[in-house]
């Protein structure tokens, strides 16, 4: 499988199986791609001779191995043999925001608001360990609604790891997310001591954010978070973190939000496209996805010029390395839900990632459930689902050519917008091919 596309004037053609890029001329480029979408080669307005010598040279590189590489044999997991290695530790059903976009339904995830017990939250660490099998490093995500409101069991769970890190010789990254608003010096110095990433969210430009993070009491947040983040980053110094913004149909240039979020002072940044099914107020649908995809070429212009000002800032969706991929079982089955990775709420049910908390159709069991040795019994039927749904088994993303670079998108957003697992976003699937093609433009094309 082949991709030809053009980045800034220069045409690339992506192996996909091989993930080589190749730089050619625009005579090589328009047959490729006439090739790759099945048009007549010569209708092109070239000579018959020069096609030919084009498609002889590609059959020479297909027949030595080096170009339109076949396809490995297909990855698959067992789920519910897998070690977890990653957990999401929902350590508040609640929030201090009341986001218009909140997919856990402002921090209720479908229920009450509540706050994890520490037992609880030990005992899904005791599970962590228990089901990690010869997996050394591990990864917890202190997450929400706002983890910031649970902040005593924050502290109390982290040293229970760095605990359990000695005892079972393992080593436990401790990511946390929050929106920043009860972030104060007490917490800023603990974040930066103990977090090895710490995700603060913040949507760009004031009147952006506050029209959508809002208080309770209908208020913007921005004047709130803003300054409590920089003095975060600014301590934190060579830490992982990112800035991780929203974009709605409702700011849909969203490089002005980027450039807000880099003049004030912040150089790792994200900002996602919201999901939502496309009648939804603030939707990215089939009505406005052109616009968002445009926009990313707006985004990349303004990335090259900070770069070349000696302000540079790093996107987190245009960066990618073509020389150190991930492994393909990796590439193959994404992030793991329901199998290397668990999220795990306030009351100890277990399911297969963040946003399938609250929906008991994908409940794997419950961390207090456990034996007297800590044994507990996850829902091995839930695990295969979703350790046999990967690029190989869905039908769309096996003809895709960006398959490796989502590994088939997310579980989550699939079945929340088509209602299966399975089923890609079309729209997520638009802007994430767009994305992949910029990011893999800017790591070959040097400007």
Wanted: aromatic share 8%; hydrophobic share 35%; charged share 25%.
């Amino acid at each position: 499988m082949i991709h030809a596309f053009e980045y800034r004037g220069t045409f690339l053609v992506l192996d996909v199986e091989s993930g080589a890029v190749h730089e050619v001329d625009k005579p090589s480029f328009d047959v490729i791609s006439a090739l790759e979408r099945g048009n007549a080669l010569y209708a092109l307005p070239y000579s018959r001779s020069l096609i030919d010598e084009i498609t002889e040279e590609i059959s020479e590189l297909k027949a030595d191995g080096l170009f339109d590489t076949p396809a490995p044999e297909p990855v698959s997991s067992d789920g519910a043999a897998s070690p977890i290695k990653s957990m999401c530790l929902n350590v508040a059903h609640d929030c201090n925001l009341r986001c218009a976009y909140c997919f856990a339904e402002t921090g209720e995830f479908h229920g009450g608001r509540m706050l994890m017990p520490f037992s609880t939250a030990k005992a899904a660490l005791d599970m962590l360990i228990k089901k990690s099998g010869g997996r050394h490093h591990l990864e917890v995500d202190l997450f929400g609604g706002e983890p910031l409101m649970s902040w005593d069991v924050v502290k109390k769970t982290v040293a229970y790891g760095r605990e359990l890190e000695k005892k079972f010789d393992k080593h436990i990254n401790f990511t946390i997310t929050t929106n920043g608003v009860a972030l104060d010096d007490e917490k800023i110095d603990f974040i930066n001591k103990e977090m090895h990433n710490v995700v603060i969210s913040i949507d760009g430009r004031r009147e952006v954010h506050d029209a959508l993070r809002v208080t309770p009491n209908g208020r913007g947040s921005y004047d709130t978070i803003v300054p409590k983040a920089q003095k975060l980053v600014r301590e934190r110094g060579e830490g992982e973190h990112y800035i991780r913004g929203t974009y709605t149909a409702d700011n849909l240039d969203f490089t002005e939000d980027v450039r807000a979020l880099a003049d004030l002072g912040f150089e790792q940044i994200s900002v996602e496209p919201v999901v939502l099914k496309p009648d939804e107020p603030h939707a990215i649908n089939d009505s406005n996805v052109d616009c968002a995809i445009a926009e990313y070429d707006r985004l990349a212009d303004l990335m090259i010029e900070r770069k070349k000002e000696g302000r540079p800032f790093n996107f987190f969706h245009f960066h990618i390395d073509l020389d150190n991929a991930p492994c393909l079982a990796k590439r193959a089955l994404g992030c793991g839900a329901g199998v290397e990775y668990v999220a795990v709420a306030p009351n100890g049910n277990v399911y297969p990632c963040h946003q399938f908390v609250g929906d008991d159709r994908f409940l794997l069991g419950n961390v207090l459930d456990a034996d007297g040795a800590g044994n507990m019994k996850l829902n091995d039927d839930i695990r295969r689902s979703f350790g046999s749904c990967n690029i190989f088994t869905k039908e769309k993303c096996s003809k895709c050519w960006a398959k490796y670079y989502c590994s088939g998108g997310c579980a989550a957003n699939a079945f929340k917008l088509n209602g299966s697992i399975s089923e890609p976003c079309e729209v997520s699937c638009k802007l994430l091919k767009k994305r992949t093609e910029i990011a893999i433009g800017m790591a070959t094309v040097k400007d």
